[in-house]
């Protein structure tokens, strides 16, 4: 076995203040849907792909992956919605065991409502803080690390 690359100290900062940032964002963002619009940052997370899809219906399976949850949390957060009437859940004419995810009116007006504050939200806290050019090196970060992380995944 190899030893360990530890990370060295400007390294471990660094990790620290990505994990930070990311606990601190996720937990404003979370704050903001539920305070303003009595939403989940789960519900609003399938809400979108739902609300962007042809006829706001997806199958199941390309939900999941959309939002990169696995079918049992994708079932339960489904389930969860179809109790406050967000979505509703239909058979599948093309293959009996899978399923269709439909935003209802109710789920449409829900993400209407709510995408408006949400987005001024990412703005403040995402986006205002930083110059142009540090968005495009951020955004050249990104690309770069799930690039790295797609190339392991192959």
Do not use: N
């Amino acid at each position: 076995m190899t030893e360990p690359r530890w990370l060295d100290e400007r390294e471990a900062r660094i990790w620290q203040a990505y994990r930070d940032v990311r606990r601190e964002l996720q937990s404003a963002l979370e704050r903001q849907l539920v305070r303003d619009a009595g939403l989940s940052g789960a519900d609003y997370a399938l809400l979108v792909p739902l609300s962007e899809a042809p006829k706001g219906a997806l199958r199941a399976r390309d939900l999941g992956l959309s939002v990169g949850w696995d079918r049992s949390r994708l079932s339960h957060q489904v389930g969860r919605m179809e109790k406050r009437g967000l979505v509703a859940r239909e058979e599948c004419a093309e293959d009996a065991r899978g399923s269709i995810v439909r935003l209802t009116a109710a789920g449409r007006s829900a993400i209407e409502a709510a995408a408006p504050e949400h987005v001024e939200t990412v703005r403040r806290y995402f986006f205002d803080p930083l110059t142009d050019e540090e968005l495009d090196q951020l955004g050249d970060v990104f690309h770069r690390l799930l690039a790295r992380l797609a190339q392991d995944d192959a």
